[in-house]
């Protein structure tokens, strides 16, 4: 597996960096999930969409205004929209289904991130939009027609080859059936450290780098242990052959303009 060389990360990090920093955290642990997340909205559970969370909302505001006194009124809704996913993410639902709740958890962290600095960038409401097309999916019923396969979006770009590599070449092998969250969390993790980059410099892409670089280290560690030495070596030249087609791709001029990842045939 390749391994791009990181930039050292200073000791003493932006605010912005550590307020992701705990967001991420968050995503992280189910446990903070359940506690910080799904407790906060709970009088505002049980909705079908973003349209009903906002609806809920203004009936409950006045009433729970206590409980909302540090959240803007979008950090409410995607706050409801989370726990809406929590149902989606449970052993019994596919590894499919459970693979798009957890990345469309991780996009709404990034976008109640962005909301929490009151960030003038358009990567905010793109993560949005692919929370609720992915929530509306799943609550429809329709969540095995949507592709596992995403392009990065124009807001980010392909940074760490050697972690998209492996990203891909874990869904080539079914590897969400072994580790859907953290394939996902993984995924969404490396494209909100390229946006950073691209906006704020690579001191604030640092730490969602590492929490690429781990959560999809887990995925592969999960994989290699559910198969046998014949797919793991296979897992292995698909790493390789991704890195060769993503390695000449790599933003080194750190400008977010998107990227088509084709998968390999």
């Not at 793109?126 to 929530?135: D, G, P, S, Y």
């Amino acid at each position: 597996m390749f391994k791009a060389v990181m930039k050292t990360i200073p000791d003493k990090q932006t605010i912005s960096t550590a307020l992701s920093a705990i967001l991420l955290l968050t995503v992280a642990s189910p446990a903070l999930a359940n506690s910080d997340i799904v407790n906060t909205s709970a009088q505002i559970t049980n909705t079908t969409n973003i349209t009903n969370c906002r609806d809920d909302l203004q009936s409950h505001v006045q009433k729970q205004a206590h409980s909302y006194k540090y959240q803007s009124q979008q950090q409410r809704v995607l706050n409801c929209m989370v726990a809406q996913l929590e149902p989606y993410q449970q052993k019994d639902k596919t590894a499919h289904e459970q693979y798009l709740a957890y990345k469309a958890q991780a996009w709404l962290t990034y976008a109640i991130n962005k909301d929490s600095m009151n960030s003038r960038s358009s990567a905010g409401s793109v993560a949005v939009e692919m929370a609720e097309t992915i929530l509306q999916a799943l609550k429809n019923n329709s969540a095995q027609d949507m592709s596992i396969y995403q392009d990065i979006p124009t807001t980010s770009a392909l940074m760490r080859p050697d972690l998209w590599a492996t990203l891909s070449a874990l869904k080539d092998g079914n590897g969400i059936a072994s580790a859907p969250r953290e394939m996902a969390f993984g995924e969404v993790a490396l494209i909100w450290a390229a946006t950073n980059q691209c906006e704020r410099g690579w001191r604030e892409s640092g730490i969602h780098f590492r929490m690429a670089d781990r959560w999809l280290e887990q995925a592969r560690e999960a994989y290699i242990n559910a198969h046998d030495s014949q797919t793991n070596v296979a897992l292995e030249t698909s790493i390789i052959s991704y890195y060769q087609q993503y390695a000449p791709l790599d933003a080194v001029d750190d400008v977010c303009r998107g990227q088509d990842l084709t998968p390999n045939s």
